[in-house]
C-alpha cells in the first residue's frame, strides 16, 4: 500500500494543510480569482471553506490540483 502513495503529492496532506498553504501563498482574493467559488470570494475563512470543500468534490479537486501545480513542479 505505501508503495502506491509513494510519488503522490497529496499523500499525508490534509485538507486544511493544503488550504493553509494556498492562502499563504496567494491570499484570499487571489485564490479566489484562481478558483471561483464564494467561499474564497465572500468572507473567506478556513473554518467556512474546508466545509464547503468537503461536501463539494469539483471544488476539492481544484484545490488538490493548485496546489499540486504551486508547489510540486
Not at 7 to 33: R, S
Not at 57 to 72: G, Q
Amino acid at each position: 500500500m505505501m508503495e502506491e502513495q509513494k510519488n503522490n503529492p497529496l499523500h499525508g496532506k490534509t485538507l486544511e494543510m493544503i488550504l493553509v498553504l494556498l492562502v499563504d501563498y496567494y491570499g484570499w482574493e487571489e485564490l479566489g480569482y484562481k478558483i471561483n467559488i464564494n467561499s474564497f470570494n465572500s468572507n473567506p475563512s478556513i473554518k467556512s471553506s474546508l466545509k464547503f470543500l468537503r461536501k463539494t468534490p469539483w471544488a476539492r479537486e481544484k484545490v488538490e490540483k493548485l496546489y499540486v501545480y504551486t508547489f510540486h513542479r
